[in-house]
C-alpha cells in the first residue's frame, strides 16, 4: 500500500489544511503526555490507569487544539457515546490506536472488533463504499446499515453531508510511534479497509521525551532545612538558690535508662 496525494487533505480541508493537521499532531502529542504523566502517577505496573487517560485524551485534546484554530463552523457533536468529535469544515476527526508496535502504514484492518458506533459513523459519514459498486470475493459479509443514533442522524441530514477523516496511530508506553489521516471505506462486517489511496502521514517526533519517568520536583523548602535557633541558656540568680537552700529540696538529674525502663516503653 502506498501513501496517497496530500492534495485530499486540501480537498477537503481548503486553505486550513496545513493548520488543521498541525492542530491534529499537537493533539496527539499532548495524548501520548497525558498518558505518560498519569501512568507515572499511578505508580503501578500495570497499564489501566494510562489506557484510559489515552483512550479520553485522544478525543479531547485533537479537538481542543482543532478548536483553537477559531475556524468558523468548529464544533464539537455529541455522538452518543462517552467522548464527543470535533467536526472543522464540516469534516468530522476520529483519531483511534491501531497498534502498539511500530509499523510503515495504517493497515487495511480496523484493529478491533467493528463496534455500533464505528459502524454508524462509516455509514453515515464515509466516502461511497467499495463493495456497494462491486463484489469482493473472499473479503467477508458485508455490514448491514445500520440504523443511526438521533445525534448521528441529525447530522447526516446536513448538506452537504459531513464526511469522517480517520486518525490512526501507533503509542505505547514508549510514546508515539507513527499516525496518519485519511478517508476510507468499511467493506465488511470483518473490518477491512479500503484507502482508496487517500491517506497521509503525520509529524509525529518525539521531542526526547523520556517514556513514564516522572520529572524530578525542584527543591522546596522544608520545615527541617533551615538553621538552628540560638538559645540563650539562663541560670539560676542568687535570690533563686536561697530559696533551693532554704526549702531543702533534693537535687534531681536524670538517670541513665534502665533494662526495666526499655520494656515498659517497647510494650507501648
Not at 464527543?84 to 502498539?100: A, C, G, K, Q, S
Amino acid at each position: 500500500m502506498s501513501e496517497g496525494n496530500p492534495l485530499w487533505s486540501a480537498a477537503l480541508f481548503g486553505q486550513d489544511a496545513l493548520r488543521i493537521q498541525g492542530a491534529v499532531e499537537a493533539g496527539l502529542l499532548d495524548t501520548r503526555d497525558a498518558m505518560l504523566d498519569v501512568h507515572a502517577v499511578a505508580r503501578s505496573g500495570k497499564q489501566y490507569a494510562a489506557a484510559g487517560a489515552r483512550m479520553t485524551n485522544q478525543f479531547d485534546r485533537v479537538a481542543e487544539h482543532v478548536l483553537g484554530l477559531e475556524i468558523d463552523g468548529t464544533r464539537m457533536v455529541p455522538v452518543g457515546t462517552f467522548y464527543e468529535l470535533v467536526l472543522v469544515r464540516n469534516i468530522l476527526l476520529y483519531p483511534f490506536r491501531i497498534d502498539t508496535q511500530k509499523r510503515s502504514d495504517p493497515g487495511e484492518k480496523w484493529p478491533r472488533k467493528i463496534t455500533k458506533i464505528v459502524a454508524e459513523l462509516f455509514s453515515a459519514f464515509g466516502p461511497q463504499a467499495r463493495w456497494a459498486e462491486e463484489a469482493l470475493p473472499g473479503i467477508g459479509v458485508e455490514p448491514p446499515e445500520p440504523d443511526l443514533r438521533r445525534s448521528l442522524a441529525e447530522l447526516a441530514e446536513l448538506s452537504p453531508r459531513p464526511a469522517l477523516v480517520l486518525i490512526p496511530y501507533v503509542m505505547n508506553l514508549s510514546g508515539l510511534h507513527g499516525a496518519w489521516w485519511g478517508q476510507a471505506n468499511l467493506l465488511d462486517g470483518a473490518g477491512h479497509l479500503d484507502w482508496a489511496s487517500r491517506f497521509t502521514a503525520l509529524s509525529v517526533e518525539q521531542h526526547g521525551r523520556p517514556a513514564s519517568v516522572p520529572q524530578p520536583r525542584a527543591a522546596q523548602p522544608v520545615f527541617d532545612s533551615g538553621e538552628l535557633p540560638h538559645v540563650m541558656l539562663a541560670t539560676r540568680s542568687d535570690a533563686e538558690r536561697n530559696m533551693i537552700r532554704k526549702l531543702d529540696l533534693p537535687v534531681k538529674t536524670e538517670h541513665e535508662a534502665s533494662e526495666s525502663d526499655t520494656a515498659k516503653s517497647d510494650e507501648h
